[in-house]
Protein backbone atom coordinates (compact mmCIF):
# COMPACT_ATOMS: atom_id res chain seq x y z
CA UNK A 1 0.00 0.00 0.00
CA UNK A 2 0.94 3.77 -1.06
CA UNK A 3 3.28 4.71 1.89
CA UNK A 4 1.23 7.60 4.51
CA UNK A 5 3.80 10.60 4.00
CA UNK A 6 3.39 10.06 0.15
CA UNK A 7 -0.42 9.94 0.17
CA UNK A 8 -0.59 12.47 2.65
CA UNK A 9 1.14 14.73 0.47
CA UNK A 10 -1.16 13.87 -2.40
CA UNK A 11 -4.36 14.78 -0.34
CA UNK A 12 -2.65 17.91 0.90
CA UNK A 13 -1.76 18.87 -2.61
CA UNK A 14 -5.03 18.48 -3.67
CA UNK A 15 -7.62 19.72 -0.79
CA UNK A 16 -5.65 22.86 -0.72
CA UNK A 17 -7.27 24.22 -3.40
CA UNK A 18 -10.48 24.16 -1.38
CA UNK A 19 -11.01 26.97 0.57
CA UNK A 20 -10.65 26.24 4.47
CA UNK A 21 -9.31 22.81 4.29
CA UNK A 22 -7.64 21.74 6.84
CA UNK A 23 -4.71 19.17 7.26
CA UNK A 24 -6.67 17.84 10.09
CA UNK A 25 -9.00 16.94 6.80
CA UNK A 26 -6.40 14.98 4.70
CA UNK A 27 -4.72 13.26 8.63
CA UNK A 28 -7.89 12.04 9.53
CA UNK A 29 -8.50 10.36 5.42
CA UNK A 30 -5.33 8.83 5.14
CA UNK A 31 -5.76 7.29 8.55
CA UNK A 32 -9.40 6.32 8.34
CA UNK A 33 -8.74 5.19 4.62
CA UNK A 34 -5.89 3.17 5.45
CA UNK A 35 -8.05 1.42 8.68
CA UNK A 36 -10.61 0.45 5.98
CA UNK A 37 -8.55 -0.43 3.11
CA UNK A 38 -6.29 -2.34 5.80
CA UNK A 39 -9.25 -4.72 6.77
CA UNK A 40 -10.24 -5.83 3.42
CA UNK A 41 -7.01 -6.08 1.95
CA UNK A 42 -7.12 -10.15 1.62
CA UNK A 43 -10.82 -9.88 -0.08
CA UNK A 44 -10.08 -7.25 -2.24
CA UNK A 45 -7.28 -9.06 -4.03
CA UNK A 46 -9.61 -11.65 -4.49
CA UNK A 47 -12.05 -9.65 -6.09
CA UNK A 48 -9.09 -8.24 -8.49
CA UNK A 49 -9.28 -11.21 -10.66
CA UNK A 50 -12.41 -10.53 -11.66
CA UNK A 51 -12.60 -6.70 -11.67
CA UNK A 52 -8.97 -6.43 -12.93
CA UNK A 53 -8.49 -3.64 -9.88
CA UNK A 54 -5.04 -3.70 -8.15
CA UNK A 55 -5.96 -3.29 -4.36
CA UNK A 56 -2.34 -1.67 -4.53
CA UNK A 57 -2.69 0.58 -7.09
CA UNK A 58 -2.06 4.57 -5.67
CA UNK A 59 -4.21 6.01 -8.07
CA UNK A 60 -7.27 4.21 -6.62
CA UNK A 61 -6.07 4.68 -3.15
CA UNK A 62 -5.02 8.08 -3.19
CA UNK A 63 -8.95 8.96 -5.24
CA UNK A 64 -10.48 7.00 -2.10
CA UNK A 65 -8.59 8.75 0.34
CA UNK A 66 -9.63 12.34 -1.11
CA UNK A 67 -12.98 11.21 -1.06
CA UNK A 68 -13.17 10.63 3.09
CA UNK A 69 -11.28 13.81 3.13
CA UNK A 70 -14.46 16.04 1.29
CA UNK A 71 -16.55 14.14 3.94
CA UNK A 72 -14.70 15.61 6.79
CA UNK A 73 -14.30 19.39 5.18
CA UNK A 74 -18.01 19.33 4.21
CA UNK A 75 -19.21 18.55 7.84
CA UNK A 76 -16.78 21.41 9.28
CA UNK A 77 -17.91 23.56 6.31
CA UNK A 78 -21.51 23.30 7.98
CA UNK A 79 -20.46 22.96 11.83
CA UNK A 80 -17.63 25.31 11.90
CA UNK A 81 -18.80 27.93 9.31
CA UNK A 82 -15.43 27.65 7.37
CA UNK A 83 -17.09 29.00 4.12
CA UNK A 84 -19.51 31.39 3.69
CA UNK A 85 -23.48 30.16 3.05
CA UNK A 86 -23.59 30.31 -0.15
CA UNK A 87 -20.53 29.44 -1.39
CA UNK A 88 -21.56 26.34 0.55
CA UNK A 89 -24.58 26.01 -1.45
CA UNK A 90 -22.75 26.44 -4.93
CA UNK A 91 -20.57 23.56 -3.28
CA UNK A 92 -23.11 20.73 -2.43
CA UNK A 93 -24.96 21.88 -6.05
CA UNK A 94 -21.69 21.37 -7.93
CA UNK A 95 -20.57 17.74 -5.73
CA UNK A 96 -24.10 16.28 -6.03
CA UNK A 97 -24.47 17.39 -9.63
CA UNK A 98 -20.30 16.42 -10.76
CA UNK A 99 -20.26 19.92 -11.92
CA UNK A 100 -17.44 22.63 -11.71
CA UNK A 101 -18.41 24.95 -8.98
CA UNK A 102 -19.23 28.47 -9.86
CA UNK A 103 -17.26 30.47 -7.73
CA UNK A 104 -13.36 30.62 -7.18
CA UNK A 105 -11.45 28.90 -4.21
CA UNK A 106 -12.99 25.68 -4.97
CA UNK A 107 -11.50 23.79 -7.76
CA UNK A 108 -10.48 20.58 -6.20
CA UNK A 109 -14.26 19.89 -6.07
CA UNK A 110 -14.51 19.59 -10.19
CA UNK A 111 -11.19 18.05 -9.78
CA UNK A 112 -12.38 15.16 -7.65
CA UNK A 113 -15.56 14.26 -9.37
CA UNK A 114 -14.22 14.41 -12.62
CA UNK A 115 -11.14 11.61 -11.38
CA UNK A 116 -14.04 9.75 -9.47
CA UNK A 117 -16.09 9.59 -12.79
CA UNK A 118 -13.24 8.59 -14.93
CA UNK A 119 -12.37 5.92 -12.69
CA UNK A 120 -15.53 4.08 -12.03
CA UNK A 121 -15.61 0.55 -12.63
CA UNK A 122 -19.79 0.99 -13.24
CA UNK A 123 -20.86 4.11 -13.78
CA UNK A 124 -24.03 3.07 -12.07
CA UNK A 125 -21.59 3.64 -8.69
CA UNK A 126 -20.82 7.30 -9.74
CA UNK A 127 -24.62 8.18 -10.28
CA UNK A 128 -25.25 7.00 -6.82
CA UNK A 129 -22.33 8.80 -5.26
CA UNK A 130 -23.23 11.58 -6.67
CA UNK A 131 -26.79 10.69 -5.05
CA UNK A 132 -25.47 9.82 -1.78
CA UNK A 133 -23.38 13.59 -1.71
CA UNK A 134 -26.52 15.15 -2.32
CA UNK A 135 -28.29 13.25 0.93
CA UNK A 136 -25.27 13.72 2.68
CA UNK A 137 -25.29 17.73 2.26
CA UNK A 138 -28.88 17.59 2.74
CA UNK A 139 -28.92 16.05 6.34
CA UNK A 140 -25.85 18.02 7.51
CA UNK A 141 -27.92 21.15 6.58
CA UNK A 142 -31.17 19.86 8.04
CA UNK A 143 -29.13 18.64 11.41
CA UNK A 144 -27.42 22.40 11.98
CA UNK A 145 -30.35 23.79 11.21
CA UNK A 146 -32.47 22.04 14.22
CA UNK A 147 -30.07 22.54 16.26
CA UNK A 148 -29.76 26.36 16.02
CA UNK A 149 -33.76 26.64 15.73
CA UNK A 150 -36.52 26.59 18.72
CA UNK A 151 -38.05 23.12 17.60
CA UNK A 152 -36.80 19.87 18.68
CA UNK A 153 -36.66 16.35 16.99
CA UNK A 154 -37.22 13.18 18.11
CA UNK A 155 -34.46 10.32 18.82
CA UNK A 156 -36.59 8.74 15.40
CA UNK A 157 -36.44 11.66 13.22
CA UNK A 158 -32.77 12.58 14.31
CA UNK A 159 -31.34 9.07 14.13
CA UNK A 160 -33.48 8.66 10.60
CA UNK A 161 -31.54 11.96 9.33
CA UNK A 162 -28.34 10.49 11.26
CA UNK A 163 -28.13 7.54 9.10
CA UNK A 164 -27.29 9.83 5.63
CA UNK A 165 -25.27 11.99 7.68
CA UNK A 166 -22.98 9.35 8.76
CA UNK A 167 -21.85 9.23 5.11
CA UNK A 168 -20.89 5.65 5.36
CA UNK A 169 -23.19 5.26 2.09
CA UNK A 170 -20.53 7.51 0.35
CA UNK A 171 -17.84 5.51 1.67
CA UNK A 172 -19.29 1.97 0.40
CA UNK A 173 -20.34 3.71 -2.79
CA UNK A 174 -16.74 5.00 -3.44
CA UNK A 175 -15.12 1.50 -2.54
CA UNK A 176 -17.41 -0.20 -5.02
CA UNK A 177 -16.76 2.92 -7.53
CA UNK A 178 -13.32 2.31 -7.53
CA UNK A 179 -12.36 -1.69 -7.24
CA UNK A 180 -15.55 -3.01 -8.97
CA UNK A 181 -17.44 -4.38 -6.01
CA UNK A 182 -21.12 -4.42 -7.63
CA UNK A 183 -22.85 -2.31 -4.73
CA UNK A 184 -25.15 -0.99 -8.02
CA UNK A 185 -26.44 -4.73 -8.52
CA UNK A 186 -26.56 -5.72 -4.80
CA UNK A 187 -28.43 -3.01 -3.86
CA UNK A 188 -31.57 -4.70 -5.30
CA UNK A 189 -31.23 -7.01 -2.31
CA UNK A 190 -33.54 -6.10 -0.12
CA UNK A 191 -31.04 -7.63 2.90
CA UNK A 192 -28.34 -5.43 1.31
CA UNK A 193 -30.33 -2.21 1.70
CA UNK A 194 -30.91 -3.27 5.03
CA UNK A 195 -27.49 -3.92 5.99
CA UNK A 196 -26.86 -0.44 4.83
CA UNK A 197 -29.26 1.08 6.67
CA UNK A 198 -28.32 -1.20 9.94
CA UNK A 199 -24.60 -0.27 9.83
CA UNK A 200 -25.08 3.43 9.42
CA UNK A 201 -27.25 3.63 12.26
CA UNK A 202 -24.59 1.89 14.48
CA UNK A 203 -22.22 4.34 13.05
CA UNK A 204 -24.62 7.45 14.13
CA UNK A 205 -25.03 6.01 17.57
CA UNK A 206 -21.33 5.18 18.17
CA UNK A 207 -20.26 8.89 16.90
CA UNK A 208 -22.16 10.21 19.16
CA UNK A 209 -21.67 8.07 22.32
CA UNK A 210 -17.91 8.77 21.90
CA UNK A 211 -18.26 12.38 20.70
CA UNK A 212 -20.81 12.79 23.85
CA UNK A 213 -18.41 15.28 26.34
CA UNK A 214 -16.56 16.49 24.04
CA UNK A 215 -20.03 17.79 21.98
CA UNK A 216 -21.38 19.23 25.60
CA UNK A 217 -18.60 20.74 26.56
CA UNK A 218 -18.39 23.18 23.09
CA UNK A 219 -22.72 23.32 23.50
CA UNK A 220 -23.05 21.11 20.67
CA UNK A 221 -26.47 20.48 20.46
CA UNK A 222 -26.52 18.01 17.04
CA UNK A 223 -25.65 14.73 19.32
CA UNK A 224 -28.35 12.02 20.27
CA UNK A 225 -27.22 11.86 23.65
CA UNK A 226 -28.25 15.29 24.24
CA UNK A 227 -30.91 15.79 22.20
CA UNK A 228 -32.54 13.24 24.37
CA UNK A 229 -31.35 14.91 27.97
CA UNK A 230 -32.93 18.25 26.91
CA UNK A 231 -36.18 16.21 26.38
CA UNK A 232 -35.89 13.85 29.65
CA UNK A 233 -33.39 15.18 31.71
CA UNK A 234 -33.99 12.20 34.36
CA UNK A 235 -33.20 9.59 31.42
CA UNK A 236 -29.93 7.25 31.46
CA UNK A 237 -28.94 8.59 28.19
CA UNK A 238 -25.73 6.45 27.98
CA UNK A 239 -27.58 3.55 28.43
CA UNK A 240 -30.56 3.45 26.71
CA UNK A 241 -28.37 4.48 23.71
CA UNK A 242 -25.44 1.55 24.40
CA UNK A 243 -29.20 -0.87 24.22
CA UNK A 244 -29.95 0.85 21.15
CA UNK A 245 -26.32 0.16 19.34
CA UNK A 246 -26.12 -3.44 20.91
CA UNK A 247 -29.68 -4.29 19.40
CA UNK A 248 -29.07 -2.39 15.47
CA UNK A 249 -25.20 -4.64 15.61
CA UNK A 250 -27.59 -8.02 16.87
CA UNK A 251 -29.78 -7.21 13.69
CA UNK A 252 -26.93 -6.78 11.49
CA UNK A 253 -25.06 -9.51 12.58
CA UNK A 254 -28.32 -11.93 12.30
CA UNK A 255 -28.30 -10.24 8.51
CA UNK A 256 -25.30 -10.95 7.78
CA UNK A 257 -25.33 -14.52 9.31
CA UNK A 258 -28.21 -15.35 7.01
CA UNK A 259 -27.48 -13.53 3.71
CA UNK A 260 -24.29 -14.70 1.43
CA UNK A 261 -22.35 -11.25 0.37
CA UNK A 262 -19.28 -10.84 -1.88
CA UNK A 263 -16.51 -10.36 -0.76
CA UNK A 264 -15.26 -7.97 0.28
CA UNK A 265 -18.75 -6.95 2.19
CA UNK A 266 -18.85 -9.31 5.08
CA UNK A 267 -15.07 -7.77 5.81
CA UNK A 268 -16.01 -4.04 5.44
CA UNK A 269 -19.02 -4.21 7.33
CA UNK A 270 -17.19 -5.55 10.51
CA UNK A 271 -14.95 -3.50 9.70
CA UNK A 272 -17.30 -0.37 10.10
CA UNK A 273 -19.16 -1.73 13.14
CA UNK A 274 -15.65 -2.18 14.93
CA UNK A 275 -14.42 1.48 14.32
CA UNK A 276 -15.30 2.98 17.97
CA UNK A 277 -12.66 0.40 19.16
CA UNK A 278 -10.56 0.63 16.31
CA UNK A 279 -10.35 3.71 15.07
CA UNK A 280 -12.12 6.90 17.07
CA UNK A 281 -9.99 5.93 20.13
CA UNK A 282 -6.59 6.21 18.43
CA UNK A 283 -7.25 9.80 16.42
CA UNK A 284 -4.97 12.47 18.24
CA UNK A 285 -7.20 15.27 16.83
CA UNK A 286 -10.84 14.59 15.30
CA UNK A 287 -11.87 11.81 17.36
CA UNK A 288 -10.31 12.07 21.03
CA UNK A 289 -12.76 12.69 23.49
CA UNK A 290 -10.41 13.52 26.42
CA UNK A 291 -9.06 17.26 26.72
CA UNK A 292 -5.50 16.18 24.56
CA UNK A 293 -7.44 15.90 21.79
CA UNK A 294 -7.38 20.11 21.62
CA UNK A 295 -11.25 20.68 21.97
CA UNK A 296 -12.91 19.33 18.62
CA UNK A 297 -15.77 17.70 18.25
CA UNK A 298 -16.20 14.20 16.28
CA UNK A 299 -17.98 14.72 13.08
CA UNK A 300 -21.27 14.47 12.03
Known sequence: MIQTERALQHVLEWGHSLTGFADEH????????????????????????????????????????????????????????????EQLAAVEQALGQGLPCALPGFEGCAVLRASLAALAYDRRDYA???????????????????????????YAEYLHNGIDSIAYANVFCCL???????MAILRARPAFRQVLRLISAIGRLQNDLHGRDKDRSVGEAHNAAILLLQCYPAMPVVEFLNDELAGHTRML??????????????PLIEAMAAIRAQYYQTSTSRYRSDAAGGGQRAPA
Open 26 to 85: AVEAVRGGQYILQRIQPSLRDTSTRSGRDPQDETLIVAFYRELALLFWLDDCNDRGLIAS
Open 128 to 154: QLLDHTRRYCAALRAGHAQAAGAGRWS
Open 176 to 182: SLLWGLD
Open 253 to 266: HRVLAEERFPAPWG
